[in-house]
């Protein structure tokens, strides 16, 4: 396959140069496209390396200086924002509460989109509805979605439109997202709902790539129901399910809407989440300033544990994710 | 796989049962399935489907799926509606209830009104969307012009960096990109409360960039080399050649970048505080928590619901680019 930049470079060389070679110099460079490459390549070169390469750089710096947007020196000893995070309590608090609401999340939310998604791919008739109604809520933006929610659905009166609706059942009304105990799980029930959509198009496509023939065969082995699916579909969909398992876990470690927007990580610290943590430390923390480097230095923590669980997740998945 | 008794004899006793009853619905039926192709089946066999056992409890299955896909996707933006156009009086009494007391338009005036002012954040949101795009747009077939068409020698060094920071967890960049944005490296001044804030950041976006180089990679490289023949240079290639061939893959970067402008909170949160005047940059995302505290029910939920009616229209307009799984990053994010 001849790229343009070597036609033009074939073009440019004099029959008289050794082997077709020509000097470098910059008119040839220019000629042989290499400035056109530059011009083209500019943009994303400026944008990533402001906006993306350079802040990543930039953070393993940070982590080690003490900075609150006035004042910055370096850290000493160089790791004391590290030490500083692991013997703040709240850090602690913040692991476990992050820890739940990714269980919660996991429990919830991983089997109920495979669950619909099966049960979708086999309706005959107006499909898209199906799918339409199960992505709206993916449309509305989070914002919207969470303070609807809070302010509506999870109002903790008797009128509130939940509680509402079990006492239609004579069920008394629930505290929801003011009370320790129910907090986290009516975040994790909103998020579920709000993503749900998501996994559930995804699903649905790999659905539609199951060979047929797979079912036809496991039939004349004698394969009821329940055995095509545990035989035939989950396994078909294994490589997308480990995928889309640990990505669940990425993103749940990383929640931010939800415990900032409902309940500013209360009622008693019951859904401080880290990312509400590197939050706090960098723009509001308790003696007013505001503490960067600790903020960064957690920001690291989190990314490298993510980073380690991935590699052990894939290193240890490696096997199932073949057919 | 182990053979299950309870299934085999019933498929022997399906195949002789159209013989034995004579009615004329039941062989209609069975002699459209002797023509249908296998590769139309799901799990449940077409044979099955007909088989009254089997095809019961499905339908009523997927009624009851379709009831609660329209409880827990339909209703709440239904309610959403109705509640905007309900007193807040009776929201907060009878929430459920439909219209106990008339529609009334006050809550969507209030929300158009002084205190509000819900116009003016949305138009900062289409500003900041259209901005997004822009530059998202900008960088994605520029840079994968020059990757996967012009191809530099150093151009897979620069394909592996952009692709690294798609693995990138996001978190890591807030701090740092905040303080860019604070002290930017070559321009200079703050780009605090300016829409540059959200738009040149959002370029940086791996993910369209990686989906513009796939779609470049597919394009027939005996186009370009016919164009290069005939004397155009990179610039003419790209311009007359390769835009017009990328519409499918612009429109799906757009409809993504507008979408998620919308949907962002977490970063124009920190970079448009607002200052003296928030209604000159916030977006509705980051402006409409602010207003819960001051704000009655009913204004509020006409507020949500007008934030809510492009993203609902976009989507049902491009349905097909949404529910095609094209959006995996943006569906997984969270």
Excluded: C
Aim: hydrophobic residues 50%; charged residues 10%; proline residues 7%.
């Amino acid at each position: 396959m001849t790229t343009s930049s070597e036609r033009i470079g074939a073009r440019a060389a004099k029959p008289g140069t050794p082997r077709g070679r020509v000097r470098r110099t910059p008119a040839t460079w220019v000629k042989r496209g290499g400035l056109a490459n530059l011009i083209f390549l500019l943009p994303l070169l400026l944008i990533f390396g402001m906006f993306s390469w350079w802040p990543i750089i930039d953070s393993f710096v940070i982590s080690l200086q003490h900075t609150n947007f006035v004042v910055t020196t370096w850290a000493d000893p160089f790791w004391s924002n590290f030490t500083f995070v692991l013997n703040d309590p709240t850090f602690w608090i913040a692991v476990r509460n992050t820890g739940y609401f990714a269980l919660l999340a996991l429990i919830f939310g991983y089997p109920l989109p495979i669950v619909l998604a099966v049960l979708m791919s086999e309706v005959k008739r107006a499909k898209a509805v199906f799918s339409v109604l199960a992505y709206l809520p993916v449309v509305i933006p989070p914002v919207v979605a969470v303070l609807l929610w809070k302010t509506a659905f999870y109002d903790a009166g008797r009128t509130g439109v939940f509680n509402t609706i079990l006492g239609w059942f004579h069920i008394p009304p629930q505290p929801w997202i003011q009370d320790t105990v129910t907090a986290m799980p009516s975040l994790v029930l909103e998020a579920t709902w709000a993503a749900a959509g998501g996994t559930i198009i995804i699903y649905l496509a790999a659905l539609t790539n199951v060979a047929p023939e797979l079912y036809d065969a496991a039939e004349v082995d004698g394969a009821g129901i329940w055995k095509k699916i545990w035989h035939v579909t989950l396994p078909q969909l294994r490589g997308i399910l480990l995928i889309t398992f640990i990505l669940q876990i990425i993103g749940t470690a990383q929640v931010f809407n939800e415990p900032y927007l409902f309940t500013k990580g209360g009622p008693v610290q019951s859904t401080t989440t880290i990312l509400l943590l590197i939050y706090q430390y960098a723009f509001q923390s308790s003696d007013g300033g505001s503490n960067l480097g600790a903020a960064t230095a957690l920001s690291l923590m989190l990314a490298a544990f993510l980073a380690i669980l991935s590699a052990l997740y894939f290193r240890a998945t490696k096997g199932w994710s073949q057919n | 796989m182990t053979a299950t008794p309870l299934v085999s004899p019933d498929e022997v006793a399906l195949s002789q049962k159209p013989a034995q009853e004579v009615n004329g619905r039941l062989r209609r039926v069975s002699r459209r399935a002797a023509h249908e192709p296998s590769t139309d089946r799901g799990i449940v066999s077409t044979a099955d489907w007909r088989r009254t056992r089997v095809r019961f409890p499905l339908v009523t299955l997927h009624l009851i799926l379709l009831i609660v896909l329209i409880i827990a996707g339909l209703l709440p933006i239904l309610w959403l509606l109705k509640s905007a156009l309900t007193s807040t009086q009776d929201t907060l009494t009878a929430p459920l209830a439909i219209f106990p007391h008339g529609i009334t338009w006050d809550n969507v005036a209030q929300a158009f009104g002084v205190n509000i002012q819900i116009q003016n954040y949305f138009l900062n949101t289409i500003w900041v969307a259209v901005g997004e795009w822009v530059v998202q747009i900008v960088v994605a077939t520029t840079g994968g012009f020059a990757l996967s068409v012009l191809k530099p020698k150093y151009g897979r060094f620069i394909s592996g960096l952009v692709l690294a920071t798609l693995f990138l967890p996001a978190v890591v960049l807030l701090i740092p990109l905040y303080l860019t944005i604070l002290h930017p490296l070559v321009i200079g001044g703050s780009l605090l409360n300016t829409f540059w804030a959200v738009w040149l950041p959002s370029g940086a976006s791996a993910f369209n960039v990686v989906l513009v180089m796939r779609f470049f990679d597919g394009l027939p490289r005996e186009i370009f080399e016919a164009a290069e023949t005939d004397g155009a240079g990179p610039f003419r290639l790209f311009w007359s050649i390769v835009l017009p061939m990328s519409k499918p893959i612009i429109g799906v970067v757009t409809v993504f970048a507008v979408i998620n402008a919308w949907k962002d909170y977490l970063w124009p949160m920190l970079v448009l505080p607002g200052g003296v005047n928030p209604a000159s940059v916030q977006p509705l995302s980051v402006r409409l928590p602010n207003i819960v505290g001051q704000t009655e029910l009913g204004p509020l939920i006409a507020s949500l619901a007008i934030s809510t009616l492009i993203p609902i229209i976009l989507f049902l307009i491009f349905q097909r680019t949404f529910l095609s799984g094209g959006g995996f990053g943006g569906a997984v994010k969270g």
